[in-house]
């Protein structure tokens, strides 16, 4: 059983900066595709980024690359978003969320993830 907690989220300028963070107790993520996800009111749930379970490869939205980071700890136990010149359409609730999957055409669907955060919003405005 993997538990994940989001935190780091909260109101930001546009321009702005943010890092979220997702803390996995009870297990290492090492074995795990992990990724983040987020949601607007009215959206549907939209892959952001991901590291690849093998040969830690990373994966981003186009919406989101050259301005997001993912990374993970040393430990892999935790996994990080950096964000950076954010704008008010990255406003949603951002998911972190594991899976054994490690096949690539399945990676930016939610439905492969087994384990979720409860999310951390993020609000981006002026």
């Known amino acids: 059983q993997v538990e994940l907690v989001e935190s780091g989220g909260g109101l930001v300028q546009p321009g702005g900066s943010l890092r979220l963070s997702c803390a996995s107790s009870?297990?290492?993520?090492?074995?795990?595709?992990v990724a983040w996800f987020r949601q607007a009111p009215g959206k549907e749930r939209e892959f952001v980024a991901a590291?690849?379970?093998?040969?830690?490869?990373?994966y981003y939205a186009d919406s989101v690359k050259g301005r997001f980071t993912v990374s993970r700890d040393n430990a892999k136990t935790t996994l990080f978003l950096q964000m950076i010149g954010l704008k008010p359409e990255d406003s949603s609730v951002y998911y972190c969320?594991?899976?054994?999957?490690?096949?690539?055409?399945?990676?930016?669907?939610?439905?492969?993830?087994?384990?979720w955060g409860h999310g951390t919003r993020v609000t981006v405005a002026s």
């Open positions: 590291i690849r379970r093998s040969g830690g490869y990373l």
């Open positions: 009870g297990r290492t993520l090492n074995g795990y595709t």
């Open positions: 969320a594991a899976s054994g999957t490690n096949i690539l055409s399945t990676i930016r669907t939610p439905s492969s993830y087994a384990y």
